[in-house]
């Protein structure tokens, strides 16, 4: 029995050139993580086995590897991507979101999406195959199975004015969309509701059903606090830069190390020992300043002067809707997300780095041209990174 796939974003959007691993290579390929040795990965596929498999691509090596039948197998002809308006979403379990990058198929027809992994110190480009419930990554030799993962997707259709406020295309077709704190809604979020008539459908109706073959997942849902309480007062972030309406911004909850820590929290990383991280932000010395924090370490981190500060208050970012994107040099998407300011008023962002064998958080300084990392008691500079951006 054949597939049939629902997402139709390799058709017209974006461009698969071929190339050799010995070069040269395209410009504008679409970076898609970092190998554990600091060498980066760009997204690429290429046909072994009568399959077309998504491919990590490594210039610096003169090398792309699939994953197939168990192994990590060399390819030496691969076709990569090249495209500047994608973004990374949050799934697992061999679902992917809408929009997502079909980057291959099987020979009996099944499409295979692509996705990436974070494993062993290396954040690794592979296939996310949907009736096997996984991703696989090529890594040391050995095909990997992991069931969390990140797909790459279109970057999604804007907001739009309407006579009821600022409404998705997605939702006024009635489509499903799951929070990234996991809560499955057809409208804005009930906590964030201050006047009923706002919402875009009847909440006595009956919700339609999503996109068949197609299911959103939670960039924290798996990964939230194992403590439910709520720590204290919830406030709603305010608005910057784009325009985007708070109901998609998420909500800031103030926490102490102490704990407890809410559930719903919005995942940002991966520590070293493999502790996620999550995103919060903290005041230090008249800065509101991005902080990662570690709940099963009890510790909340933000990087200032040279140093990572440890914080014992702090606010947390809950619900939204969000995703990752690339960004270098101090530069942001428009739709990112303000998370604090500098004394003067400069505008701080949350960007998001492979350091050290982690997966750490930390804040873009714009007029800095860089993203500063708090690690290992160190304030650590990188100049490419990930930007949290409203969906």
């Keep these: 029995m054949g597939f049939v796939s629902t997402n139709l974003a390799d058709t017209e959007a974006t461009s698969w050139i071929p190339a050799s691993v010995h070069g040269p290579y395209p410009p504008h390929m679409v970076p898609g993580g970092v190998d554990s040795d600091g060498a980066q990965i760009f997204v690429g596929r290429a046909h072994h086995a009568g399959d077309l498999l998504p491919a990590k691509v490594i210039p610096d090596k003169n090398a792309a590897y699939v994953a197939h039948g168990g192994l990590e197998t060399f390819v030496d002809q691969v076709e990569v991507l090249v495209h500047k308006q994608l973004i990374w979403d949050t799934a697992s379990s061999g679902q992917v979101p809408m929009g997502a990058v079909v980057g291959g198929h099987t020979s009996d027809g099944e499409p295979l999406y692509v996705g ?10 592979g296939k996310v195959q949907c009736s096997h419930s996984c991703i696989y990554i090529p890594y ?27 409404l998705r295309q997605d939702l006024r077709q009635g489509k499903c969309i799951i929070m990234s704190g996991g809560y499955p809604h057809y409208g804005f979020h009930p906590d964030y509701l201050c006047n009923p008539s706002d919402l875009s459908y009847n909440p006595a109706e009956a919700p339609p059903a999503p996109f068949a073959g197609v299911a959103r997942t939670s960039s ?44 719903n929290m919005v995942r940002a990383g991966v520590d070293c020992d493999g502790e996620v991280i999550y995103v919060g932000r903290a005041f230090h010395e008249g800065d509101m300043i991005p902080a990662k924090v570690i709940p099963t370490k009890n510790v909340a981190f933000v990087c200032h002067g040279g140093e990572e500060v440890l914080k014992e208050d702090f606010e947390v970012l809950r619900y939204g809707a969000f995703v990752w994107e690339y960004a270098t040099g101090g530069s942001v998407p428009e739709s990112a997300m303000k998370i604090g300011e500098t004394a003067d008023g400069e505008s701080l962002y949350m960007g998001r780095a492979i350091h050290g064998g982690s997966q750490t958080p930390g804040k873009i300084h714009p007029s800095h041209g860089c993203c500063y990392l708090p690690f290992d008691g160190a304030e650590v500079s990188v100049t490419d990174y990930e930007v ?4």
């Design 116 to 125: 990436r992994a974070y494993h062993e110190g290396s954040q690794t480009i």
């Design 140 to 166: 040391g030799g050995s095909e990997v199975s992991v069931p969390t993962y990140e797909v790459l997707c279109e970057r999604r259709l804007p907001l739009k004015k309407s006579s009821r406020g600022f």
């Design 220 to 263: 924290s849902s798996s990964d939230s606090s194992s403590s439910p309480s709520v720590c204290c007062e919830t406030v709603k972030p305010p608005s910057y830069g784009a325009s985007v309406p708070n109901e998609f911004a998420g909500c800031w909850q103030y926490c102490n190390i102490n704990g407890p820590f809410p559930p």
């Design 388 to 391: 949290l951006c409203i969906r």
